[in-house]
C-alpha cells in the first residue's frame, strides 16, 4: 500500500523558512517522480514543484522559483520542500503526491496524482 506522510509544516512570520518532509512508503521510491502541491483557504489545488527520480531534474511554479528547492533522499524513502523566505501567500496545506506513472514529464504542472499525503498547514503570518 502507498503511504505518503508530510511533516514540518507550522506558524512561521514571513521572510522565515521551513522545511517540509514526505516519507514515503509501500513502493519503489527511486523509481517514481514525486511532487508537491498546495492548497490555500478558499482556493483550488496548485502545483508547487515536482523532482525526477534521480533528483537531477526539478521544477517549480514561477511563483516560487528562487524560494523554494525540492529535493530527495532515495535511501531514506523521502521527498523534501526547503521553502525559503516565505510570504503570507505561500499559506496552504501541502501534500506530497505521486501517480500510478514514474516520468516526471507527467508530473510537471499537473495537480491530477493517484496518491496523496494527508497535508501539511503552512501558515505565513506576523
Known amino acids: 500500500e502507498v503511504q505518503l506522510v508530510e511533516s514540518g509544516g507550522g506558524l512561521v512570520q514571513p521572510g522565515g523558512s521551513l522545511r517540509l518532509s514526505c516519507a514515503a512508503s509501500g513502493f519503489t521510491f527511486s523509481t517514481y517522480a514525486m511532487s508537491w502541491v498546495r492548497q490555500a483557504p478558499g482556493k483550488g489545488l496548485e502545483w508547487v514543484s515536482s523532482i525526477n527520480n534521480s533528483g537531477f531534474t526539478t521544477s517549480y511554479v514561477d511563483s516560487v522559483k528562487g524560494r523554494f528547492t525540492i529535493s530527495r533522499d532515495n535511501a531514506k524513502n523521502t521527498l523534501y520542500l526547503q521553502m525559503n523566505s516565505l510570504e503570507p501567500e505561500d499559506t496552504a496545506v501541502y501534500y506530497c503526491?505521486?501517480?500510478?506513472?514514474?516520468?516526471?514529464?507527467?508530473?510537471?504542472?499537473?495537480?491530477?496524482?493517484?496518491?496523496w499525503g494527508q497535508g501539511t498547514q503552512v501558515t505565513v503570518s506576523s
Open positions: 503526491a505521486r501517480k500510478e506513472t514514474r516520468y516526471y514529464s507527467d508530473y510537471v504542472g499537473r495537480t491530477d496524482y493517484d496518491y
